[in-house]
């Protein structure tokens, strides 16, 4: 099939592959972008850059935390320009959108939308917005956590969002350690709070990765499983949030830094939510 100058550099912005190799990665797989970075990876090529991020859409992103710390929200309103997404007005009302949410705990965007916003609906409030400001705006996001200590952070101009429920109640330690772990989450996106915690289709993919890798390198076949093992457990440690090296002080995991903090603490379950 004919792949497109587009698509090439595309594929370059989200891996940082060389142009001929994203070029080949496509041909490969079709033009199928996710299967094109599985095969610059499997060929031993580094992906440089996040999946989620790459198909960043415009918007606010709000996390709240209720001040006994025992619940929190987060959510998402879409929008479809950066001119918008910056507005004072569009993140006051992403703002109170979160605190309505806060407050009500609705179980569904549905359900979040039908509550009174200003003697209207929610639902019926965007409309209007929409109908305002002349470009599509909408709640693409929600989430609800409950727990001992929920803490909040929002990271990079309201671009994302994220939730922790750590194990203990909230204490000054225990809070500031949460925003740690918070920030950690932003910045490093992992995909679970444990190994443990690894939906089983990525275990199986990075293994399927770590086999072809150790082939590509001519490894023997009789060690190959053991070599993607190996690269398996990499992964955990670098995409599992309590294996992972605390950002402020690499000699520790998170898993270390919180039960210096306080004995047994640890992160039950995390949100993260960002534009795209």
């Known amino acids: 099939m004919t792949i497109t100058a587009s698509a090439v550099n595309e594929l370059r912005k989200i891996t940082g592959a060389g142009m001929m190799d994203c070029k080949k990665a496509l041909q490969e797989s079709g033009g199928d972008m996710e299967k094109a970075i599985d095969f610059l990876r499997k060929s031993g090529q580094k992906v440089s850059a996040k999946r989620a991020d790459r ?8 996390a709240l935390s209720s001040d006994d710390k025992k619940s929190g929200v ?10 918008v997404a910056k507005n004072e007005d569009f993140v006051s009302l992403a703002t109170a959108i979160a605190t309505l949410a806060l407050n009500k705990k609705p179980a569904t965007i549905d359900e979040l939308k039908a509550l009174d916003f200003n003697g209207t609906s929610l639902g019926e409030r965007l409309i209007e917005e929409v109908g305002k400001i002349g470009e599509k705006i909408d709640v693409t996001k929600y989430e609800l956590v409950e727990g001992a200590c929920v803490v909040n952070y929002i990271h990079a101009g309201n671009r994302i ?3 922790v429920n750590l194990s203990k109640p909230a204490d000054s330690s225990v809070e500031e350690a949460g925003k740690d772990v918070a920030m950690q989450i932003a910045a490093m996106n992992p995909v679970a709070v444990n190994e443990s915690e690894v939906p089983e ?8 990765i770590g086999r072809e890798q150790a082939l590509a390198e001519g490894k023997p076949e009789q060690i190959v499983d053991k070599i993607a093992q190996g690269k398996l457990q990499k992964f955990y440690k670098e995409n599992t949030l309590l294996a992972q090296p605390f950002v402020k ?3 520790r995991s998170i898993a ?6 306080s ?9 993260r939510v960002a534009l795209g």
């Open 161 to 163: 969002g994220v939730l």
């Open 55 to 62: 198909d960043a859409t415009e918007g606010a992103v709000i």
């Open 249 to 251: 002080d690499n000699s």
């Open 201 to 208: 289709d990525v275990k199986a993919r990075e293994l399927e």
């Open 256 to 261: 270390q830094m919180l039960n210096d903090v």
């Open 263 to 271: 004995n047994g603490l640890t992160v039950i379950s995390f949100s």
């Open 74 to 83: 987060v959510i998402r309103l879409s929008c479809e320009t950066d001119f």
